[in-house]
């Protein structure tokens, strides 16, 4: 520490002796240097510490819109800057709504001159001039209504009005040209296109569609082909389309949103593709199953039958038992038989199950829905997905077949995850950062009440240092002289013969030399008359 102290000491020693052998015109210069860099430090700082007294009024203003919010503002004395080669007006923003509500009720700015042209009227105005006058009229409707679209940020309408003849043969058809520019970052869809071609066309008399052009700000044609592309597409493709896709859209914030709670967000990103199923289909399906519990007799049909028969034997047979006569015997009664006959024909119930299908339009076929991870490498650093990337890819893959509705094992279906879930780890880009600019600290030091001001002190300043390093300059050139003069008289006396007495007196200052005349008069005196001198003497020691 001590070591430090005397190196500081040394140092500002150093400093000090250099600043004396300095001589003055360099140390007037210097502090002056000194002083213009502390000024112009302390009004950046201020002038950057200041938030601009001014805030937008109106911004991206043609020519005559400008004019005249200007003239207005100047007659109602209010402050004002043009700012974008004067397609910006800013006013203090205590101004800055009154304003507004103040020249809304004046209709300014008017935009585009619309119908209101007709409020006026010149005296020998032709019909001529009242169809000129028309056509920029309807221009200026078709403008303002089309840049009341959202994605609307300026519109031009150019009308290309046939002039009527007598003869159908030789009538041409009206024509129009729009111009759009739209909101950055957002572009029109064909149905808003077809929208505006629609518009215009039935804004104008006899004015179709396919005589209207539509182009951006780009200089490209939006309207190309649009109509034979509504030719093609039908409503029923149009609705599965947007069924599609809002599935899709579904599915696909539902998986972002839990990666990014767990991976945080702008680290991942999800795409998701589906096919639905829009055939209009029905299944029936039959079953026959036995009752467990026992038959069910659905019919029967059952008869019987029984009878008796008594047999006698014939006589006169032919035959040895009935012609020899040792052999014959006589039975009186004869032989008796009975029978019986059922006949039985039973039907039984079978259970009949009929399960009838309806398959809704619409359904998603699981076979065919894929989903494409993209995961940053820097976002897995602080989630807990595993320790190698096997492991991580399992984890996101399971919880993305979880969030769209992926399973395996499904009935009538084949699905694998590692088929339809896509996950891949890599370093995203980034953008470079460009380096950090401070915008608008030169116009908001310019543009400082202050700097006037600040101008004329620094000019005094400079104005004063330059009437002191004068005055210097001439005190230092005299001095000059006057010692040349002395060396000059020097040397003169130098060759000439000089009494001691007067060199000696030229040496005294002008008090000694009057002391040293007075005290010779008073030698002489008392040299010439003594008595006189003792007088004088004794007079003044009767005064002391």
Same mark, same amino acid.
């Given at each position: 520490?001590?070591?430090?102290?005397?190196?500081?000491?040394?140092?500002?020693?150093?400093?000090?002796?250099?600043?004396?052998?300095?001589?003055?015109?360099?140390?007037?210069?210097?502090?002056?240097?000194?002083?213009?860099?502390?000024?112009?430090?302390?009004?950046?700082?201020?002038?950057?510490?200041?938030?601009?007294?001014?805030?937008?009024?109106?911004?991206?203003?043609?020519?005559?819109?400008?004019?005249?919010?200007?003239?207005?503002?100047?007659?109602?004395?209010?402050?004002?800057?043009?700012?974008?080669?004067?397609?910006?007006?800013?006013?203090?923003?205590?101004?800055?709504?009154?304003?507004?509500?103040?020249?809304?009720?004046?209709?300014?700015?008017?935009?585009?001159?619309?119908?209101?042209?007709?409020?006026?009227? /010149?005296?020998?105005?032709?019909?001529?001039?009242?169809? &000129? #006058?028309? =056509?920029? @009229? !309807?221009?200026? $409707?078709?403008?303002?209504?089309?840049?009341?679209?959202?994605?609307?940020?300026?519109?031009?309408?150019?009308?290309?009005?046939?002039?009527?003849?007598?003869?159908?043969?030789?009538?041409?058809?009206?024509?129009?040209?729009?111009?759009?520019?739209?909101?950055?970052?957002?572009?029109?869809?064909?149905?808003?296109?077809?929208?505006?071609?629609?518009?215009?066309?039935?804004?104008?008399?006899?004015?179709?569609?396919?005589?209207?052009?539509?182009?951006?700000?780009?200089?490209?044609?939006?309207?190309?082909?649009? /109509?034979?592309?509504?030719?093609?597409?039908?409503?029923? &493709? #149009?609705? =599965?389309? @947007? !069924?599609?896709? $809002?599935?899709?859209?579904?599915?696909?914030?539902?998986?972002?949103?839990?990666?990014?709670?767990?991976?945080?967000?702008?680290?991942?990103?999800?795409?998701?593709?589906?096919?639905?199923?829009?055939?209009?289909?029905?299944?029936?399906?039959?079953?026959?199953?036995?009752?467990?519990?026992?038959?069910?007799?659905?019919?029967?049909?059952?008869?019987?039958?029984?009878?008796?028969?008594?047999?006698?034997?014939?006589?006169?047979?032919?035959?040895?038992?009935?012609?020899?006569?040792?052999?014959?015997?006589?039975?009186?009664?004869?032989?008796?038989?009975?029978?019986?006959?059922?006949?039985?024909?039973?039907?039984?119930?079978?259970?009949?199950?009929?399960?009838?299908?309806?398959?809704?339009?619409?359904?998603?076929?699981?076979?065919?829905?894929?989903?494409?991870?993209?995961?940053?490498?820097?976002?897995?650093?602080?989630?807990?997905?595993?320790?190698?990337?096997?492991?991580?890819?399992?984890?996101?893959?399971?919880?993305?077949?979880?969030?769209?509705?992926?399973?395996?094992?499904?009935?009538?279906?084949?699905?694998?995850?590692?088929?339809?879930?896509?996950?891949?780890?890599?370093?995203?880009?980034?953008?470079?950062?460009?380096?950090?600019?401070?915008?608008?600290?030169?116009?908001?030091?310019?543009?400082?009440?202050?700097?006037?001001?600040?101008?004329?002190?620094?000019?005094?300043?400079?104005?004063?240092?330059?009437?002191?390093?004068?005055?210097?300059?001439?005190?230092?050139?005299?001095?000059?002289?006057?010692?040349?003069?002395?060396?000059?008289?020097?040397?003169?006396?130098?060759?000439?013969?000089?009494?001691?007495?007067?060199?000696?007196?030229?040496?005294?200052?002008?008090?000694?030399?009057?002391?040293?005349?007075?005290?010779?008069?008073?030698?002489?005196?008392?040299?010439?008359?003594?008595?006189?001198?003792?007088?004088?003497?004794?007079?003044?020691?009767?005064?002391?």
């Amino acid at each position: 520490m001590e070591s430090f102290v005397e190196r500081v000491k040394q140092w500002a020693g150093q400093v000090k002796e250099y600043w004396g052998k300095q001589s003055l015109n360099r140390k007037v210069l210097f502090a002056g240097l000194v002083l213009l860099g502390l000024l112009a430090l302390i009004i950046l700082l201020f002038a950057t510490g200041q938030k601009d007294p001014y805030e937008v009024l109106y911004a991206e203003l043609d020519a005559k819109d400008a004019s005249a919010v200007v003239a207005r503002l100047e007659e109602e004395k209010i402050n004002y800057k043009l700012v974008d080669n004067g397609t910006t007006i800013l006013v203090p923003p205590e101004y800055k709504d009154s304003t507004r509500l103040k020249l809304a009720g004046e209709n300014l700015p008017r935009g585009e001159a619309g119908f209101e042209l007709f409020q006026e009227s /010149s005296f020998g105005e032709t019909q001529t001039d009242k169809q &000129i #006058k028309y =056509q920029a @009229a !309807l221009q200026g $409707e078709l403008a303002r209504t089309i840049q009341s679209l959202d994605k609307v940020k300026a519109a031009k309408v150019n009308l290309a009005l046939a002039e009527p003849t007598l003869f159908t043969e030789n009538e041409e058809l009206p024509k129009a040209s729009v111009v759009i520019r739209t909101v950055e970052g957002k572009k029109l869809s064909p149905e808003e296109i077809n929208g505006i071609l629609n518009l215009v066309a039935n804004s104008v008399d006899r004015l179709e569609t396919d005589n209207v052009v539509i182009i951006d700000q780009d200089g490209n044609l939006i309207s190309e082909d649009l /109509s034979s592309l509504y030719a093609n597409v039908t409503d029923t &493709i #149009k609705m =599965q389309m @947007a !069924l599609k896709n $809002e599935y899709e859209k579904e599915k696909q914030e539902a998986i972002q949103t839990m990666l990014d709670k767990s991976l945080g967000e702008n680290n991942s990103v999800v795409r998701v593709n589906v096919e639905l199923d829009f055939n209009n289909r029905e299944q029936v399906d039959t079953r026959f199953t036995h009752d467990p519990d026992g038959p069910f007799v659905r019919s029967e049909d059952v008869s019987k039958e029984s009878g008796t028969e008594t047999t006698i034997n014939p006589a006169n047979v032919p035959g040895t038992d009935t012609n020899i006569p040792e052999y014959l015997e006589v039975d009186e009664e004869g032989a008796v038989s009975t029978w019986d006959k059922s006949h039985i024909i039973r039907n039984y119930e079978i259970n009949e199950t009929q399960t009838v299908t309806d398959f809704s339009q619409g359904d998603v076929k699981y076979d065919y829905l894929t989903v494409a991870v993209f995961v940053n490498n820097a976002g897995t650093q602080q989630a807990n997905l595993g320790d190698t990337e096997e492991e991580k890819i399992t984890k996101i893959r399971n919880i993305v077949a979880s969030a769209c509705g992926l399973r395996e094992n499904r009935d009538n279906e084949s699905v694998r995850l590692e088929d339809h879930v896509s996950v891949a780890f890599i370093d995203f880009y980034t953008e470079p950062e460009p380096e950090p600019v401070i915008p608008g600290t030169m116009d908001k030091i310019l543009s400082s009440p202050y700097i006037p001001w600040v101008v004329v002190l620094l000019a005094l300043i400079i104005i004063v240092l330059a009437f002191l390093l004068y005055r210097r300059r001439e005190r230092t050139r005299r001095e000059l002289e006057e010692e040349m003069a002395r060396q000059a008289e020097l040397e003169a006396v130098a060759h000439e013969d000089v009494d001691v007495a007067d060199l000696i007196e030229t040496s005294l200052s002008p008090e000694e030399q009057e002391r040293r005349r007075v005290r010779e008069e008073i030698d002489k005196i008392i040299e010439e008359s003594p008595e006189t001198a003792a007088q004088v003497l004794k007079a003044w020691l009767l005064e002391d």
